[in-house]
C-alpha cells in the first residue's frame, strides 16, 4: 500500500515534507521501530480512544504506555479504546491496527504526550497507514502535524502492569 490515501493528501496540502521508509511486515510498534531501524522513541503511535461515539487519537512513542486513568483526567472524559471495527471505519484507507497518528488528517481531535521524547527529537516516525512503511518528518515539522492537538501527561516508559495498558499497532 506504501501511504494511506488520506495521509498523503494532508500531508501534501499542509507542505509537510516527508520521506517514506519501507520495512518487512511487523505486527507491533516495537517491530516496526526495529525492522525500520529507528529508536521506539523516536516512532509515534495513534492510539484511538472514543467516548460515547465521539473518537480522538492518542499519541505516544513506541516504547510508552498509556495510563487510561491520567488519559482520562486529562480530558475529563471516560473514554475507553476503540475496537479494529470502530477503527477500520475510522481509517478505512489503513490496513488494520496501522493507525498514523495524524488525527486532523481523519478529522479526529488528536491529544499527544508533549513530554515524552516526541517533543525533543530532532527527527519522528510514525504509521503511514500499512505495516510496512513509517513516514519520517522533522521534529519541527511533526510539531506543526501536532499544532492543534491538546497536549498533556499520559503516558510512561515502563512494564505493563495490570493499571497499565501497552498499545500494539
Same mark, same amino acid.
Given at each position: ?34 525492522? &525500520?531501524?529507528?529508536?521506539? %522513541? ?9 467516548? *460515547?461515539?465521539?473518537?480522538? =487519537?492518542? /499519541? ?53 504526550? &508533549?513530554?515524552?521524547?516526541? %517533543? ?9 497507514? *500499512?505495516?510496512?512503511?513509517? =513516514?519520517? /518528518? ?32
Amino acid at each position: 500500500m506504501s501511504i494511506a490515501r488520506k495521509l498523503s493528501e494532508f500531508l501534501h496540502s499542509a507542505d509537510v515534507n516527508y520521506l517514506l521508509v519501507h520495512h518487512q511486515h511487523t505486527s507491533s510498534s516495537a517491530q516496526t521501530a526495529e525492522q &525500520a531501524h529507528v529508536p521506539e %522513541g523516536a516512532l509515534a503511535k495513534g492510539v484511538v480512544v472514543r467516548e *460515547d461515539g465521539n473518537y480522538m =487519537v492518542a /499519541v505516544v512513542p513506541a516504547n510508552a504506555y498509556i495510563e487510561l486513568d491520567a488519559l482520562r483526567r486529562a480530558l475529563g472524559r471516560d473514554v475507553h479504546l476503540a475496537g479494529q471495527r470502530e477503527l477500520q471505519r475510522l481509517f478505512p484507507d489503513c490496513d488494520p491496527g496501522a493507525v498514523p497518528p495524524v488525527g486532523e488528517a481523519y478529522g479526529l481531535p488528536t491529544i499527544w504526550d &508533549a513530554a515524552s521524547s516526541l %517533543g525533543e527529537i530532532d527527527t519522528v516516525y510514525f504509521e503511514a497507514g *500499512d505495516h510496512e512503511n513509517v =513516514v519520517r /518528518v522533522s521534529g519541527e515539522q511533526f510539531h506543526q502535524l501536532m499544532a492543534t492537538a491538546d497536549r498533556a501527561h499520559f503516558s510512561h516508559y515502563m512494564q505493563p502492569t495490570q493499571n497499565w495498558l501497552q498499545v500494539a499497532h
